[in-house]
């Protein structure tokens, strides 16, 4: 590595700290080679470290839950700090923000009470020139993006695995265990809790867990179906004879419920139930997105048992009118005072929450017409929904015009193919940031690898389209978009009111017969 040459005349004033910290605890001597630079930087400029600030295997992605940056910013904001300068390896150690101005408000802070934030890796000084600004906000923003690439490719590459039969994501669940086996498909070892494989190249699918723990899962679909006991029914029966959920703890309403529901159990491999990308906001999938690979795995249960405990779940309460089942809703609001799935599931003689999904489009749709407002901020969920049925939409009539042209399409579920090109659509919502600007965040399709995406943006509503682009593939070179309201020439080239060029783009044009 080459030295990095500084001004001699510059000297820092003198009490600093330094920050640090690292993404993940596989990163074994991160923090080490951070401090390295940092004290010599400190060294050559005459300044004494008074005190470390040191978060360990904690996302830049979040100011959340990185308790030293937080007892830092604290310190700062007492006034009576007992130092002046803050030293970090460079600005993704102060954070990978997704929004570039996050990272620069907690600069601003610093600065705002008289501390310098200083970084001792970048090839500048932190000296509030125009050229150290530009660099700042460019390496924040490549910082940002660098995490909306990398979110984008390890979720096509966890779909792949998914779809080639391994597991991913947490523990394997009762009845069942992580069994570790090499590139070769070798099998190594069984999984503890909370363990991790430490070969990259090293697999995890899932198997029967002991002859015990599978009996009872055997035992709960036997009881459900052929003894006709309900979830509650099944718990108590567990509880009586002392057996315990693999989390140690007794079983409930929810817990049954779970076993009973869990495609894993025949086998199956389920990914993307639940997202929570780029640590936003945690959103349950519709079963569209759901990736999915049938016998992945050894099954416990058959597939036509596993079929009858579904069937008996959604006839149970299909029965009831909407009437009906706004007014148990309604009762069990008044009973607790407050709702949500974890409530509704545990209580006896509630239908699943489910059942109030697949009636009223969203829960949150459910919790309204009862007159409960939860106190986090749900509009999300509304929104996801609604963009969910616009792309249905915009895929219906994509459709329906194409076919009006005279081409040849075909939908193919993720993507449409139209003649021999391959075409994905996206919407993207539109978010408004602190300062009051809008923002428009377009992921491109890794997965099904398309010539050319269509990508609505939406109003600030999110319920009318704004204006489409249209990207060919071979121009994109990243794996995700952020656009603003106004995007320049090199971006806005793409950008038309409607879809009328890409109507014309591709129909069926008549040539001339010549003699």
Not at 136 to 159: H, I, M, P, W
Request: net charge positive; with cysteine.
């Amino acid at each position: 590595m080459t030295s990095r040459k500084r001004p001699l005349q510059v000297s820092l004033p003198k009490g600093a700290v330094e920050y640090v910290r690292m993404s993940t605890e596989h990163q074994q001597y991160s923090i080490e080679n951070q401090q390295d630079v940092i004290r010599k930087f400190a060294e050559q400029h005459g300044t004494n470290i008074v005190r470390t600030y040191a978060d360990g295997a904690k996302t830049g992605m979040l100011f959340k839950g990185r308790n030293a940056l937080q007892e830092l910013i604290r310190a700062v904001e007492s006034g009576q700090p007992d130092f002046d300068t803050i030293l970090v390896y460079d600005v993704t150690r102060w954070g990978r923000y997704l929004d570039p101005d996050e990272s620069a408000y907690w600069e601003f802070l610093c600065k705002r009470k008289g501390i310098r934030v200083e970084y001792c890796a970048e090839p500048y000084l932190n000296d509030n020139s125009p050229a150290a600004s530009i660099l700042k906000s460019v390496k924040r923003f490549e910082s940002g993006d660098y995490n909306r690439g990398l979110s984008t490719k390890v979720f096509a590459g966890q779909c792949r695995l998914i779809r080639l039969g391994y597991r991913q994501g947490g523990h394997a669940g009762y009845g069942l265990r992580r069994m570790l086996q090499d590139h070769q498909g070798q099998r190594k070892e069984i999984l503890l809790r909370a363990q991790r494989k430490s070969i990259q190249m090293d697999r995890v699918i899932l198997v029967p867990g002991p002859p015990e723990e599978v009996a009872v899962v055997e035992r709960i679909y036997h009881l459900f179906i052929h003894e006709r006991l309900n979830e509650q029914a099944i718990a108590a029966v567990l509880n009586q004879q002392s057996i315990l959920t693999d989390l140690g703890r007794p079983w409930t309403r929810a817990t049954v419920h779970q076993v009973l529901t869990n495609p894993k159990y025949q086998g199956e491999n389920v990914f993307n139930r639940v997202s929570f990308k780029l640590k936003q906001e945690r959103v349950r999938n519709p079963p569209d997105m759901w990736v999915r690979r049938e016998h992945a795995f050894a099954p416990i249960i058959d597939s036509v048992v596993f079929a009858q405990a579904q069937a008996i779940i959604f006839a149970r309460h299909q029965h009831l009118t909407t009437e009906d089942l706004l007014a148990r809703l309604q009762n069990l609001f008044k009973e607790r005072g407050m709702l949500s799935a974890i409530i509704i599931n545990e209580t006896e003689g509630m239908p699943s929450s489910s059942i109030y999904r697949s009636r009223f489009k969203s829960l949150v749709r459910a919790y309204a017409l009862v007159g409960y407002n939860p106190t986090h901020d749900y509009a999300y969920l509304e929104i996801n929904q609604l963009l969910r049925e616009r792309h249905r939409e915009l895929n219906d009539e994509l459709v329906k015009r194409i076919k009006e042209t005279g081409a040849v399409v075909e939908d193919k579920g993720r993507s449409l193919r139209v003649n021999d090109l391959i075409l994905s659509t996206i919407v993207s919502r539109c978010s408004k940031t602190k300062a009051g600007s809008f923002r428009w965040t377009i992921r491109l399709d890794l997965t099904s690898m398309p010539d050319l995406t269509i990508a609505t943006r939406m109003q600030p509503d999110n319920r009318t389209p704004l204006d489409y682009y249209i990207l060919p593939a071979i121009d994109m070179r990243l794996a995700q978009l952020r656009l603003k309201e106004q995007n320049g020439i090199t971006m806005d080239v793409y950008r038309f009111d409607d879809l009328s060029y890409f109507y014309r783009l591709i129909s069926r044009t008549k040539f001339v017969e010549v003699a």
